[in-house]
């Protein structure tokens, strides 16, 4: 049994993993961190990770930003492991996260979702052989009319892992608007699409003379992201020092 301190436990995503983790055997919520304590919980909440008197195997943060730098405090002062599903991190904070994974083990990814991380896997793969055959890549990224950020750092993620297998060969083109040029063979195009309430649908092309092959990965909730983050600590438990992400999870 894997024991989980829930770090911003009555925001939306912490809410979420409560509600996940009393359907999953295998892990316990024992306690929760959060200044509000305006929502009742089955476990006790407190206001730090150094309150908790719980035993704990690790931590699970969907809090904000500002909470970061202490989390990765306590974090090192009670040798606790954290999934750190936190996004916004400055170019500092980022630095202190990789300090962080040399003193507990730290697993941090750009997407939450395991089957984002399976896509990722997959598309290295298909670019290897689809690149060199001269097919032409674009990804194709859709959010709700209130995300602010474009394009996501998810479509982002994507686009780097083909770029990585392909020894980054590729600029990232995002808007086609103001020139009148052919396409250049060198480049990803990313396009961002923002309306309704979708959660998240990502769509990678590979386009080449006489044929087409789509790779899509649609979320109906942000119950992906909750349990890619309750796998990714299962896995964390146990594990040396280090910097960890989804492909580490999705790898064992």
């Not at 290295?124 to 032409?136: I, Q, R």
């Amino acid at each position: 049994m894997v024991k989980v301190i829930m770090h911003g436990c009555n925001g939306k995503m912490g809410q979420v993993i409560t509600n996940l983790i009393k359907e999953d055997r295998e892990i316990e919520l024992v306690a929760g961190v959060d200044p509000y304590k305006g929502i009742e919980n089955p476990y006790p909440v407190y206001d730090s990770i150094l309150e908790v008197k719980e035993q704990t195997d690790v931590v699970i943060d969907f809090s904000n930003a500002n909470t970061t730098d202490k989390l990765l405090a306590d974090c090192i002062e009670k040798k606790l492991p954290v999934v750190l599903c936190t996004t916004g991190l400055s170019e500092e904070q980022l630095k202190k996260v990789e300090d962080a994974a040399k003193e507990i083990p730290v697993l941090k990814s750009a997407n939450m979702s395991l089957g984002i991380n399976l896509l990722i896997k997959i598309l290295k793969e298909a670019a290897k052989t689809l690149a060199p055959a001269g097919f032409d890549i674009e990804i194709v990224e859709k959010h709700h009319n209130l995300k602010v950020d474009a394009p996501s750092g998810t479509a982002l993620a994507l686009a780097d892992s083909i770029n990585e297998a392909c020894d980054n060969i590729y600029e990232y083109k995002y808007d086609r608007s103001q020139e009148r040029v052919e396409r250049d063979t060198k480049e990803i195009g990313i396009s961002a699409v923002r309306g309704g309430t979708i959660v998240g649908d990502h769509e990678v092309l590979f386009a080449g003379p006489d044929e087409v092959i789509e790779f899509r990965h649609t979320a109906y909730s942000k119950g992906i992201f909750g349990k890619g983050a309750i796998e990714g600590a299962k896995f964390l438990k146990g594990q040396q020092p280090g910097r960890y992400d989804m492909s580490d999870v999705i790898g064992e």
